[in-house]
C-alpha cells in the first residue's frame, strides 16, 4: 500500500514533458504544472506557429502566457525528495536508434507507445494518457508506435491525406483533390482502404486455398518418397534373390557343361586309344608278315617259292579305315561357339533391362527440385542441339544449314503434303521434343518470334489456335529491332529490355520454367514464365517479312 502512495506521488509532482521530478515547477493557465525549462521549450518550438498549447490537454492560448515559478509547489517537491521521493523510475525505457521515440519528451526521449494518426505525433505511456482522458483526444486515430507518419502529410499543401485518386492511384489530401487531380476519380482513402480490404481478403482466401493445395502435393510427395523407398528397399531384395539365382543357375550350367565335355573327352579317348591299340597290333601282324615275304623272296628253290606263297601272300582285311582317324578330333569346337552366344544373349537382355532401369530412374530424377542456373556458363551445361522439321514448314519458308537456319522468302517450296505442316502462318517446329532442362539460343535478323509449343497445336488455317502464343498450347517471344512482346493465350505483355540479334531460352520442363534471355556481352532475363506443362514442347520460329532469318546456334 505504502509503494503505490509512493508511486501515485511520483505521478503527481513529475513533469509530464521530461517525466523527471519537477525542476522550478511553473503552472500555466490550464492548471497543468511543468518545468520551467521544459515548458519555455515547448513554446519555443510553437513561437513560428505564434499559438502555444499545453503539451498535455492540448488547450491553446493566443498570447503565449508568462512563466511564473511555483513557489509552494516547488517547496512540496523539495519536502517530498526528502522523505525519499525518487527522482525518476528506475524501469524508465528510453527509446533507441531502431525505435519511434516520444515527440513529447525533451532531453532523453522515451520510447513511444502510440502514434496518432490526427495529430501525426507518437507519444509514449505518459504523453499518451491525454488521448484517454480529453473527450476531443479521444476521438483521434491511435495506432502502434509508427516512423512513417510524415509520409501520410501532403508535401505541397502540408496536409493529412485523407483521399485516394483512383486515377492517378495516389494518396492525395483534400486540397490536391480541388488542385492538379480536379476532375480523377477521387474517394475518401477510408472508403478506398475498406474496397482494397476486400479484394485484400479474398486474395488472401486465394493463396490459403494454394498454401492448401501445396500442403496436399507435399503430403502426397511425402507419400510418394515413401512408396519410393518401399519400393526400392523391395527391389534390393529381390535384386539379391534373383541375381543369387541366376549366379547358381549359372555355375549349375557351366558345371554341367564342364562334365560333359570331361565325359565326352574321356569317352573319344578311350575310343581312340582302343583303335589306336588295334591298329598298333595290325602294325606288328603286317611287319612280321613282311619279314615272312622278304625271307620268302630269298629262297632259291623255285617250288618251294611256289608251294610256300599262297599261304603268306594272303593278307587279312582291316577292320577300321584309315581315313577315320583324321576327322574325330573336331567334336569341341562348336562349345565354346555356343557358349559364347549364350553369353552374348545373355549380355543384351541385362543391357537391355538396365537401359530401361537407367531411363525409370532418370525420369524420377527430373521430379527432384534442382537450382535454376545463375551464369551463362551454367545455362551452356544444358545447350541442346535444336534442328527444324520440314515437316511442319510453312511452304514459303527455306530451311538451310542443316535444318537449323529457316528464311522466309519469296518463293513458294515444294514441300510434299504433310499434316504436320502449318499452311498459312509463316512458321516452324523443330525435330526434338524438349523435356527435363534445355537451353538453346536464336540468331535472328529483322523480325523474328521465338517459341515453344505443343505438338497438338493446330497446323491447318489461318486462325489463332495456329499461330504462336496466340492460344494456350504455345507460349512466344516476338522480337523486332524496337521491341520485345511476349503472347500467351492471346494476351500481349510488352517486355522490356537490351536489344540484342541473339535469343537465349531456357526451359526446365518439369519445374514449368521458361525463360527468354537477350544475349550480348552480358546475359540479361526479358521475361520468365512460371506455369505447369502437360507434354512435351518443341522449339519454333515466326516471322514477319520476306528475307526474315533465324538460326539455332551451335552451343557445344
Same mark, same amino acid.
Request: charge should be negative.
Given at each position: ?28 493557465? /490550464?492548471?497543468?504544472? #511543468?518545468?520551467?525549462?521544459? +515548458? ?64 513529447? %519528451? ?64 495516389? /494518396? ?74 541366376? +549366379? ?60 610256300? #606263297? ?20 573336331? #567334336? ?145 517471344? #516476338? ?73 539455332? %546456334?551451335?552451343?557445344?
Amino acid at each position: 500500500m505504502a509503494q503505490q502512495e509512493t508511486q501515485l506521488d511520483q505521478a503527481k509532482f513529475c513533469c509530464s514533458i521530461c517525466l523527471d521530478l519537477l525542476k522550478d515547477p511553473v503552472t500555466i493557465p /490550464c492548471g497543468h504544472n #511543468y518545468c520551467m525549462s521544459c +515548458i519555455k521549450t515547448h513554446w519555443d518550438e510553437e513561437d513560428e506557429k505564434k499559438i502555444h498549447s499545453c503539451p498535455q490537454c492540448r488547450q491553446t492560448f493566443t498570447l503565449r502566457p508568462v512563466s511564473v515559478k511555483n513557489t509552494l509547489l516547488a517547496d512540496l517537491v523539495e519536502e517530498l525528495k526528502k522523505t525519499g521521493l525518487q527522482a525518476a523510475p528506475a524501469d524508465r525505457c528510453y527509446a533507441g536508434p531502431e525505435d519511434v521515440a516520444c515527440d513529447f %519528451c525533451t532531453g532523453r526521449k522515451l520510447k513511444a507507445l502510440k502514434s496518432c494518426l490526427v495529430c501525426l505525433a507518437s507519444y509514449c505511456e505518459s504523453h499518451l494518457q491525454p488521448h484517454y482522458d480529453v473527450a476531443p483526444l479521444k476521438r483521434h486515430k491511435l495506432v502502434d508506435a509508427s516512423k512513417k507518419l510524415q509520409e501520410s502529410i501532403c508535401s505541397r499543401h502540408d496536409e493529412v491525406m485523407k483521399m485516394f485518386c483512383r486515377t492517378d492511384q495516389q /494518396c492525395i489530401c483534400f486540397l490536391c483533390s480541388v488542385d492538379e487531380h480536379r476532375g480523377h476519380n477521387t474517394v475518401a482513402a477510408a472508403a478506398e482502404r475498406a474496397e482494397r480490404q476486400t479484394e485484400l481478403e479474398v486474395s488472401r482466401q486465394k493463396i490459403r486455398q494454394r498454401i492448401q493445395d501445396r500442403e496436399k502435393v507435399v503430403k502426397g510427395l511425402n507419400q510418394e518418397v515413401e512408396a519410393i523407398n518401399r519400393s526400392a528397399d523391395k527391389a534390393l531384395e529381390d535384386r539379391e534373390k534373383i541375381f543369387t539365382e541366376l +549366379i547358381q543357375l549359372i555355375v549349375t550350367k557351366s558345371s554341367e557343361v564342364k562334365q560333359q565335355i570331361r565325359y565326352k573327352q574321356d569317352a573319344e579317348v578311350s575310343r581312340v586309344k582302343e583303335l589306336q591299340e588295334k591298329l598298333e597290333q595290325e602294325i606288328t601282324e603286317l611287319k612280321s608278315k613282311d619279314a615272312e615275304l622278304e625271307q620268302l623272296s630269298h629262297t632259291e628253290d623255285h617250288n618251294q617259292f611256289l608251294q610256300n #606263297y599262297p599261304s603268306l601272300s594272303r593278307l587279312s582285311e582291316s577292320t577300321e579305315s584309315s581315313s577315320t582317324n583324321i576327322h574325330s578330333v573336331r #567334336y569341341f569346337e562348336d562349345v565354346p561357339v555356343a557358349v559364347s552366344e549364350v553369353r552374348d544373349k545373355l549380355q543384351n537382355i541385362l543391357s537391355e533391362k538396365w537401359t530401361n532401369i537407367s531411363l525409370t530412374v532418370t525420369e524420377t530424377d527430373v521430379l527432384m527440385p534442382q537450382p535454376e542456373p545463375k551464369s551463362r556458363a551454367e545455362f551452356l551445361q544444358y545447350s541442346c542441339e535444336i534442328t527444324l522439321d520440314p515437316n511442319t514448314a510453312q511452304p514459303y519458308l527455306l530451311l538451310s544449314d542443316g535444318n537449323r537456319k529457316a528464311t522466309l522468302v519469296s518463293k513458294q517450296q515444294s514441300y510434299s503434303s504433310h499434316p504436320d505442316r502449318f499452311t498459312n502462318w509463316r512458321q516452324v517446329l523443330s525435330r526434338e521434343s524438349l523435356t527435363g532442362r534445355c537451353y538453346w539460343e536464336v540468331e535472328w535478323r529483322e523480325g523474328v518470334c521465338v517459341a515453344v509449343a505443343y505438338k497438338n497445336i493446330s497446323r491447318v488455317g489461318g486462325s489463332n489456335e495456329c499461330k504462336f502464343g496466340n492460344n494456350d498450347k504455345s507460349w512466344a517471344l #516476338y522480337c523486332t529491332k524496337n521491341s520485345y512482346n511476349f503472347w500467351y493465350d492471346n494476351i500481349r505483355t510488352p517486355v522490356s529490355g537490351p536489344r540484342s540479334s541473339r535469343v537465349g531460352v531456357y526451359l526446365d520442363h518439369s519445374a514449368g520454367i521458361l525463360s527468354f534471355y537477350s544475349i550480348s556481352e552480358t546475359m540479361t532475363l526479358l521475361h520468365r514464365v512460371q506455369t505447369t506443362f502437360t507434354q512435351p514442347l518443341y522449339a519454333g520460329l515466326w516471322f514477319y517479312f520476306v528475307e526474315d532469318a533465324a538460326e539455332f %546456334c551451335k552451343l557445344k
